[in-house]
């Protein structure tokens, strides 16, 4: 029985150091984690003080910066509603575009009471193609647009691919990817000035994106070092 124990200490004691460097090494490990974490969670508490705090004592002036004007697509409901909203509490116009005229007057009657702002609003179905832009670009003219939010999306029913009908698959690829390219040349076509543009994707935590747009995104965020413009472009 001695024996056994005697042979066991010995075991330990010979292993010993071994453990000892594999603690210090855990103990680097877990420095450099608990690091990264506390490094993350002060990075979201100051990035959430500096929007929901600093924002509103320290406010842009954005009509000062961009323009008096702000165009939102698909503006009537949801994230696009808000944002015509946000942009309105900040003292900008806004122009409203979107596919129902009632819901249109209605959210800019909404707006210009509440925010003191004007707006003006464009019915225009995204679906048809290129014979809705004509109509908008009319409503650009005369305009100090400086703020263009690409909002417009349609959602598409799962279904397999062969029961979609044709006319469908038109109308997805005319609201979700040529309303994106065809918003931003009608907005950048201006002379160059500081401006600002933000792409919110159609539901891409459901779907794949399209290499269309993952290939015309990284391109179209290099355009301001490109063309030596004021432009900033976001995309969500």
Known sequence: MDAVVDSAKLLFNEFLPYWRRAEG???????????????SLLWQVTNGVRVHFWSRLWKKDLVGKYGKWAVVTGSTDGIGKSYAKELASKGMNVLLVSRTKAKLERVAQEISSKYGVETDIVQADFSEGRSVYGN???????????????????????????????DDIWAYASVNVASVPAMDSAHTSKPCKPSWILHIPTYPHTQRISTT?????PYFLHLPTKTGSGLSALSR
Do not use: Q, W
């Open 136 to 166: 908008i670009a009319e409503h650009l003219k005369g305009k100090d647009i400086g703020i263009l939010v690409n909002n417009v999306g349609m959602l598409v029913t799962p279904r397999l691919f062969l029961d979609i009908p044709e």
């Open 25 to 39: 090494a855990l103990a680097v490990v877990g420095f450099c984690y608990a690091g990264s974490v506390a490094i």
């Open 213 to 217: 747009y993952a290939t015309y995104i």
